[in-house]
């Protein structure tokens, strides 16, 4: 009797797990995106942007959440599709590319930066993420000119709602705070040529 039983018992324990282990729900993958491409000027300016630095916190495939003032939730199942560093540098650089006109614009170090008028290094303080709320971005960037070093530095902090689309309302968010940053970079590499002049 107890060996019929056993018999029964264990395929339908090996059943009901590989049914359990089923049923655990795929990674989905998001990345950020460029702005749309404003309208019209062009100029021969050239931009290297990077090195760019994230903090050690997101610095991770998993989408690190906001749990609380001081908890994070790493979320195995929603991550980016590349690198946040890498992800960041490729927006940044086709917003520059767009809003300044040119398409001079290449990420460091993977071109000689010394053929690049201009160098943008970004350092993001904080990218933070809480899906049906907000993205918040803080960084500080430095531009410098080749020629003969002069440079501007400033800081971008913004904070862009996310209330709907879960995740890919998140990333959108994202993407419009780096089109923020894009822009005051842009403002300053614009500044910058202005002077040389």
């Known amino acids: 009797?107890?060996?019929?039983?056993?018999?029964?018992?264990?395929?339908?324990?090996v059943v009901i797990l590989a049914a359990g282990c089923g049923s655990t729900p795929g990674s989905r993958f998001y990345t950020l995106s460029a702005a749309p491409a404003p309208a019209?000027?062009?100029?021969?300016?050239?931009?290297?942007?990077?090195?760019v630095t994230v903090p050690a916190v997101v610095d991770r495939p998993q989408i690190v959440v906001s749990a609380g003032p001081n908890q994070v939730r790493?979320?195995?199942?929603?991550?980016w599709a590349a690198p946040l560093q890498s992800n960041i540098s490729r927006v940044v650089a086709d917003n520059l590319a767009a809003i300044l006109g040119t398409p001079r614009v290449t990420l460091f170090p993977q071109t000689m930066s010394?053929?690049?008028?201009?160098?943008?290094?970004?350092?993001?303080?904080?990218?933070g993420s809480a899906p049906g709320e907000a993205a918040t971005l803080d960084a500080v960037w430095t531009v410098s000119r080749a020629r003969d070093g002069k440079s501007?530095?400033?800081?971008?902090?913004?904070?862009?709602?996310?209330?709907?689309?879960?995740?890919?309302?998140?990333?959108?968010?994202?993407?419009r705070a780096l089109a923020r940053l894009s822009r005051d970079i842009a403002d300053a590499v614009?500044?910058?040529?202005?002077?040389a002049h």
């Open 1 to 13: 009797m107890m060996r019929r039983l056993a018999a029964i018992a264990i395929p339908c324990i």
């Open 40 to 51: 019209g000027t062009s100029s021969d300016l050239s931009v290297a942007v990077g090195p």
């Open 190 to 195: 614009q500044a910058l040529a202005r002077a």
């Open 114 to 127: 010394a053929a690049a008028d201009y160098r943008a290094a970004i350092d993001v303080q904080t990218f």
């Open 74 to 79: 790493l979320d195995e199942f929603n991550r």
């Open 152 to 175: 501007q530095t400033g800081r971008t902090a913004v904070r862009e709602t996310a209330p709907q689309g879960g995740y890919d309302g998140l990333a959108a968010a994202h993407s």
